[in-house]
């Protein structure tokens, strides 16, 4: 089962309010458990996610953390909105969750995995293009288990394929 939410549709994002602000906590959790909400209503029961992947960073980090799990992990795999991130570490020991960064791979496998293109092993293939502002499109194809042949890709920076932002 799969779905959307926009994180625009909340508004509790970015660094938490510090842990002796009780109003600030009290305001912040709300928007915590409102989007904790909205994924159970993407998977269909009320269960966090064991493995959350964290990619804007900086300011979705906290909320991550908050709705993985207990026991879970949050794979940091990225930081488009910031390095930098301040987070209530209770959560981490209290509920035992973990924090594990994600390159995706070293120099030698990124040569090794091109080296299987090269020779053959595996191809590549993209099977569907899609423009940035279809990205939602993208998403809702997946969601309703549209096949093609292949990797769906979406252009970023480019107004079409072969022209990427240099």
Not at 23 to 42: D, H, N, P, T
């Amino acid at each position: 089962r799969g779905g959307l939410h926009h994180r625009r549709e909340f508004s509790h994002w970015g660094i938490p309010p510090h842990w002796t602000d009780a109003v600030g906590q009290k305001e912040w959790l709300s928007g915590c458990r409102s989007f904790g909400k909205a994924i159970w209503e993407v998977l269909g029961e009320q269960r966090n996610p064991d493995i959350v992947f964290e990619h804007p960073g900086e300011a979705t980090i906290p909320t991550s953390i908050f709705v993985c799990e207990a026991g879970g992990m949050v794979v940091i795999c990225a930081g488009t909105t910031g390095y930098s991130a301040s987070v209530d570490l209770r959560y981490h020991w209290v509920r035992q969750k973990r924090l594990q960064g994600s390159h995706g791979s070293n120099d030698e496998q990124a040569a090794a995995y091109n080296q299987l293109v090269v020779n053959g092993k595996i191809d590549p293939c993209v099977g569907k293009v899609y423009a940035f502002e279809d990205i939602g499109k993208a998403h809702a194809d997946m969601e309703a288990g549209k096949t093609v042949f292949g990797n769906r890709v979406v252009l970023v920076g480019a107004p079409e394929i072969g022209l990427g932002r240099n």
